[in-house]
């Protein structure tokens, strides 16, 4: 977070400030301030105190005519640095007892215009995306060969097929349904699934579709756009099976899941041993372990939780990165505009299984799938997820698991993202917007150090 | 009284190749208190963990069965999109009383 430190150093030094024929930096006025990254560009700014006018004035009103004095005895001096987000409130606490020279502290947002909410038209279209991603591209790496599975609601070939002007398929023979669904793979009605299944075909045109309707299911507890986590359990046991069914140097496998849960409400409170929201040895948290350990590169959205405009679904008062979308063994997928501005429903970390979430940062809330209508776009982090796991699997082209390890792949999504928001990481963005050419660069240093 | 859904999420601890009869032999439960569509599901090979929905009187009677854990919650999963605008709540509060 940034923030502005209102600071009343010695007279000397606050007349140094003042004085126009003096240069003096952040460091000189405060010094080393523990917890605070100085902010050496910002050149210190001299403000004065208010002074009631009348002698009988109240000292504590502003209800009053008032004079400025900048004498160096009354003037203070503001400077700007960056301090931790986590746990903000006990570290702001902890650093007005440790430097009595800050007399106020107060944050210093970007001032930028109303990010992109839910309902907002679109903010350009998918050829924006597949532009930013024309260096796998011309690498050749497309996803041939490698398994990406939609987890979603179902995907609708024909719709895919229409908007792409080309044919699409899904591996039927390896997707996965819960029991009872009835439709067919490939031909579930044009919803949320088929939205997932194309943004995840603008940098993997060549991957294998799995199906993986798990949204779908018809089991006693869900309705009509909502599954169990159970269902997910048993999805997440297919894909395992598949893949360690599959010979070692051909094993690629993304998954995608752009889904989630809203509410505390459903399910046992934190602490309790059957907690999902908080518990890394819930079943199906053990079983993202299980998949990733087989060798599955799992990405989940962050979800539509954001502080400037949440989802009206929202149930989590706070840190609503839960469950697996927070998992260590995960990539966990915020979203940003095709102007690289965070949209305002991206939910922001720290996440509750792992502190670092969101991991990184897509492109969401273009015009692409139009599964929900002409005019209207491909939105949430829902699509930001599946723009994130086709870039994976374009990297898989050439890398399966033998080279390059799931854990290694978030190392090289996550260091060779496009820092966005504060310098380094942060809980809006991550580590950045994923970033194609960075990711190219990177691979082309591995080939030249000897490997694939 | 009145038939309760098996969707209890519960797990046991079975050797490999385990199958859904020899699961309910250990936890004592009847095949009208298990969901047998969804069967056993190998949740973590290393663990030999497995996972099966029962009923909730079943899921009940498990606490402190040999190899059985549970219940685990089993929340309602959905769609991350696309997202509402801001001031709607697209969640009635009659929704709020499942999953756990």
């Not at chain 1, 919803?191 to 995840?200: E, I």
Request: hydrophobic share 40%; proline share 9%.
């Amino acid at each position: 977070m940034r923030v502005v430190l209102q600071m009343r150093p010695e007279p000397d030094v606050v007349a140094a400030v003042i004085n126009p024929d003096v240069s003096a930096s952040a460091q000189e006025v405060s010094g080393e301030v523990p917890g605070v990254a100085l902010d050496p560009d910002f050149a210190p700014v001299p403000i004065p105190q208010p002074v009631p006018a009348s002698r009988a004035g109240d000292p504590l009103s502003l209800e009053q005519p008032f004079n400025f004095s900048m004498a160096p005895e009354n003037a203070s001096v503001l400077v700007r640095g960056e301090i931790q987000d986590y746990n903000i409130a006990s570290r702001l606490a902890m650093l007005a007892t440790a430097r009595p020279d800050i007399v106020g502290i107060s944050s210093d947002p970007v001032i930028e215009t109303m990010p992109t909410c839910g309902g907002d038209a679109p903010v350009g279209d998918w050829h924006d995306v597949e532009g930013s991603l024309t260096d796998l591209r011309s690498e050749g790496l497309d996803g041939s060969g490698v398994s990406l599975a939609i987890v979603d609601n179902g995907i609708n070939t024909a719709h895919l097929s229409q908007v792409l002007g080309r044919d699409v398929s899904v591996d039927a023979a390896r997707s996965f349904k819960p029991a009872g669904t009835a439709a067919q793979f490939g031909q579930f009605p044009v919803d949320h699934g088929s939205m997932c299944a194309f943004d995840a075909l603008i940098a993997a045109p060549g991957a294998a579709l799995l199906d993986v309707p798990v949204l779908r299911s018809t089991r006693p507890g869900s309705t009509v756009m909502e599954g169990l986590l159970s269902d997910a359990i048993a999805a997440f046991a297919h894909l395992r099976t598949l893949l360690e069914a599959m010979p070692v140097e051909q094993r690629a496998m993304v998954v995608n899941n752009s889904w989630g849960s809203f509410k505390p409400s459903w399910d046992f409170p934190p602490g309790h041993p059957g907690n999902y929201s908080d518990n890394p040895a819930h079943p199906f948290n053990l079983a993202v372990t299980a998949l990733e350990r087989a060798g599955a590169d799992i990405l989940f959205a962050a979800g539509n939780c954001g502080r400037d405009c949440p989802d009206g679904r929202c149930g989590f008062t706070d840190r609503p990165i839960n469950g697996a979308n927070s998992h260590p063994r995960v990539l966990s997928v915020a979203g940003v505009d095709t102007r690289k501005a965070r949209v305002g429903y991206s939910s922001q970390g720290p996440g509750r299984l792992t502190l670092r979430k969101p991991d990184i940062s897509a492109f969401t809330h273009f015009e692409g799938s139009l599964a929900f209508g002409e005019g209207r776009p491909d939105s949430g982090t829902s699509a930001a997820c599946p723009v994130a796991a086709g870039v994976v699997a374009a990297v898989r082209t050439r890398l399966p698991v033998q080279e390059l390890s799931p854990a290694q792949m978030r190392t090289l999504i996550r260091r060779t993202a496009e820092d966005l928001g504060m310098a380094g990481y942060d809980f809006d963005y991550g580590y950045g917007i994923v970033d194609a050419p960075g990711i190219t660069e990177a691979l082309r240093r591995r080939q030249k150090n000897g490997r694939r | 009284m009145a038939h309760q859904p098996p969707t209890t999420l519960i797990t046991v601890t079975l050797p490999p190749g385990s199958t859904l009869q020899d699961a309910m032999r250990r936890l004592g439960i009847a095949s009208g208190e298990v969901d047998e569509e969804y069967g056993l599901v190998l949740v973590d090979p290393e663990q030999q963990s497995y996972a099966l929905l029962v009923t909730e009187e079943a899921g009940a009677r498990l606490q402190g069965a040999r190899g059985g854990h549970g219940p685990h919650a089993n929340p309602r999963m959905e769609p991350f999109g696309p997202p509402s605008p801001p001031g709607q709540d697209r969640s009635p509060d009659d929704r709020d009383d499942g999953g756990a």
